[in-house]
Nanobody, 119 residues
Framework: QVQLAESGGGLVQPGGSLRLSCAAS????????MGWYRQAPGKQRESVAV???????NYADSVKGRFTISRDNAKNTVYLQMNSLKPEDTAVYYC?????????????WGQGTQVTVSS
């Protein structure tokens, strides 16, 4: 089991920055992949950035060059630094963790944090 707690969302003007944090209830070094997803009203949830335990990072094309995902194993926390925010980045952002054990794959989600980009 993994509990995930997001924080850091809020209201920001276009061009501004926010940093989201996702604190995990267990050692993230033992988690195969962690990532950030978002869901805007009326749209499907989409992947924003994913970091694997082996190091590979994947970003959605829409956020490349603006968002950075990172992990602090000592704090069991994953971050999403969001710069140059646009109104279309407005969404609920969810933290995700994937744990693979043998043939078993478990998917965990946080409760989400609202990010609103508006003037």
């Amino acid at each position: 089991q993994v509990q995930l707690a997001e924080s850091g969302g809020g209201l920001v003007q276009p061009g501004g920055s926010l940093r989201l944090s996702c604190a995990a209830s267990r050692r993230i070094a033992s988690i195969n992949a962690m990532g950030w997803y978002r869901q805007a009203p009326g749209k499907q949830r989409e992947s924003v950035a994913v970091i694997s335990s082996g190091g590979p990072i994947n970003y959605a094309d829409s956020v490349k060059g603006r968002f950075t995902i990172s992990r602090d194993n000592a704090k069991n926390t994953v971050y999403l630094q969001m710069n140059s925010l646009k109104p279309e980045d407005t969404a609920v952002y969810y933290c995700n963790a994937i744990v693979i054990a043998g043939i078993s794959r478990a998917n965990y989600w946080g409760q989400g944090t609202q990010v609103t980009v508006s003037s």
